[in-house]
């Protein structure tokens, strides 16, 4: 029981003492070529073009937010200067240094709920 009598979770802390240790942690911005400004798509559905350098991306996925949909590994961004919100997902594999990498896109701001667009915001 907590000091208010409110019930505790037991939560793991993970301990880093090196730069290493948290950059295996970091989830890492890997371009798909299906959201290459050029690439086709379907025609029903096109894939929207990623509009950020990969430098500018990785910048956005550092500082985003995980999905509050439960089941869901997306990530959430906002770019300021483009006044751009963003969606990170999970590419489920991870490059060969072991880092788990996502990809992302554009998103218009209708697609991004209001706690998100609150939390990315501050």
Do not use: W
Not at 17 to 29: C, G, N, P
């Amino acid at each position: 029981m907590g000091i208010y009598g409110q019930s505790l979770e037991l939560i793991n802390i993970h301990n880093l003492t090196t730069v290493e240790q948290a950059k295996k942690i970091r989830s890492i911005y890997k371009f798909n070529p299906k959201h290459h400004h050029q690439a086709k798509g379907n025609l029903q559905k096109p894939h929207t073009p990623m509009d950020l350098t990969d430098k500018e991306a990785q910048k956005v996925l550092d500082n985003s937010i995980e999905s509050s949909s439960e089941n869901s590994n997306k990530r959430y961004g906002y770019h300021r200067e483009k006044n751009r919100y963003y969606i990170f997902h999970p590419d489920n594999a991870s490059n060969q240094e072991g880092y788990f990498t996502y990809h992302g896109f554009p998103v218009e701001e209708t697609q991004v709920t209001d706690c998100i667009r609150n939390q990315l915001l501050r």
